[in-house]
């Protein structure tokens, strides 16, 4: 990650600290297959989007520790695309 890169209007640091939250919460595992260490190179999932609830971002019930295996499945079954409304 590159720092003061900004997603969704949210500082990346701010996303880093959620991340840590939830990986401390759910053991430093896949929720889904429990692969951990850094070859599962987990990742933090918002369960609803950030770009569909802001207000939930950094909420860590909004969120769950994912490999990258499972977490790009997780994404190709539920293929919602943030689109911004025009203006």
């Not at 939830?22 to 950030?50: P, Q, T, V």
Request: charged letters at 25%.
């Amino acid at each position: 990650l590159v720092t003061g890169v900004q997603t969704c209007a949210l500082p990346i640091y701010a996303l880093m600290a959620w991340k840590k939250v939830i990986m401390n919460r759910d053991g430093s595992r896949c929720c889904y297959c429990n692969a951990k260490g850094k070859k599962a190179r987990l990742e933090g999932h918002h369960i609803i989007y950030k770009h569909t609830e802001m207000r939930l971002a950094l909420t860590p019930n909004n969120g769950v520790i994912l490999c990258r295996s499972c977490h790009d499945e997780v994404h190709k079954l539920n293929p919602i695309r943030f689109v911004r409304p025009r203006t």
